[in-house]
């Protein structure tokens, strides 16, 4: 037995029983077959019928909630063009009264739906009102505005989104390879683990992987990260509000390749107290920081960011203070760090950028419940590429306007 176990044992059970003994069969699932799910989701019709299923996906009031509905096309539908507007109960979605309930669907990105192969498309919506104003949760709508300005300065993210997986029984969740009611050997064996002792619901990360790829989306890369099932993957980078289009579709595939185990996933900051938390970093540049010289923009882009430190944390992520304490890699809430390779920084500067004088930053601050376009549009405009961009997130004023003579 190693130091560890033994210290842990002495720590939480005494000497009276060996770690197999207290929890026996930590990664046991019914498992279907991940391997070829995808493929066996493929299926065609009739000759001389063409038909379209279109899932409509739309993030719902709590700005959490991943919402989505199928309409079916009677013919083959092939650009974004074509899908047409529809309608939701907003009254149902924490968005609207039931005396004025309808709220607009407006598809804004199209990509190949991995569950209904190779017919079915997925469409990223954003929501309106009738009158033609966003719905609450829409924060697309202002941010595609600031990315199409910032369209000149090219501004790259890369999403390191952390998801835990959850097995349900009734009312009771507890996560995936944990004993009911117990907790599994602290965490120090877990990130990028192999094996089923550590590694819990690898079918479920693959799945979500291929389905991914399938659709199109900037998949980059995956691994197991520190507290039992939870893992890690990587979108990007993708250039403006497509980084945040193609975060939103992850994680509408990720809960719908959860379904076929009958396991949930979560977002939230900080899943279990006294564990790592679960982060949704995201690492920014414009092309000035990629070219040769860059990184004097780089570290004009971390003073910019220190002063707006209040209003990046504000957007980071519902109950992202619980996360940020200093410890298990992050930053304190309340304060703004930086350094060069400090995975405890508010914002880290890689080795390699640091080495090669260009290249990006990570943000650390962002919970893995955070709204990606929050983020990118602060970001973005903290950098102060546009002074003079007003942005006007959920109502609340983060940046205002500088005055002009």
């Excluded at 760090?337 to 004088?357: C, D, F, L």
Aim: with cysteine.
């Amino acid at each position: 037995m190693c130091i560890r176990d033994r210290w842990y044992q002495r720590r939480v059970h005494g000497d009276k029983h060996s770690f197999n003994q207290i929890y026996p069969n930590m990664n046991t699932i019914d498992k279907p077959s991940a391997w070829t799910f995808i493929d066996q989701q493929a299926y065609d019709f009739p000759d001389g019928l063409e038909y379209t299923p279109v899932e409509y996906i739309w993030i719902g009031g709590t700005g959490q909630d991943i919402r989505a509905k199928t309409r079916v096309y009677p013919r083959k539908i092939t650009s974004l063009q074509e899908i047409d507007e529809w309608n939701y109960d907003g009254s149902s979605t924490y968005q609207a009264t039931t005396e004025n309930s309808e709220i607009r669907l407006r598809p804004v990105k199209v990509v190949r739906d991995p569950f209904r192969r190779p017919h079915g498309l997925l469409a990223l919506c954003e929501t309106f009102y009738g009158d033609g104003s966003p719905a609450p949760a829409n924060f697309r709508n202002i941010a595609n505005k600031i990315m199409t300005k910032a369209a000149a300065h090219k501004p790259w993210f890369g999403f390191e989104q952390e998801y835990c997986i959850y097995v349900t029984k009734g009312t009771y969740k507890y996560p995936l390879g944990w004993p009911e009611g117990g907790f599994p050997m602290y965490q120090g064996p877990y990130y990028c683990s192999q094996g089923a002792s550590f590694a819990f619901g690898r079918e479920l990360v693959e799945l979500h992987q291929r389905a991914c790829q399938y659709a199109g989306i900037m998949y980059a890369g995956r691994n197991a990260e520190t507290l039992p099932s939870q893992w890690e993957y990587q979108i990007g980078p993708n250039e403006g509000i497509n980084s945040g289009d193609e975060l939103w579709l992850s994680r509408y595939i990720l809960l719908r390749a959860g379904e076929v185990f009958d396991l949930d996933v979560s977002f939230e900051p900080k899943p279990v107290k006294g564990w790592s938390g679960t982060g949704g970093h995201c690492n920014f540049s414009t092309e000035k920081m990629r070219v040769e010289g860059g990184f004097a923009e780089i570290e004009s882009a971390v003073q910019k960011l220190s002063a707006k430190h209040k209003e990046h944390i504000l957007i980071s992520g519902e109950g992202n203070d619980i996360r940020l304490t200093g410890k298990f890699e992050t930053s304190a809430y309340d304060k703004f760090t930086y350094g060069v390779g400090h995975r405890g920084a508010s914002v880290r500067i890689p080795n390699h950028v640091a080495e090669q004088k260009k290249g990006y930053l990570e943000d650390r601050r962002p919970a893995g419940n955070c709204d990606p376009y929050l983020v990118t549009c602060l970001l973005y405009t903290s950098d102060a590429a546009d002074d003079l961009l007003c942005v006007d997130l959920g109502g609340r004023r983060i940046i205002k306007k500088k005055k002009t003579n």
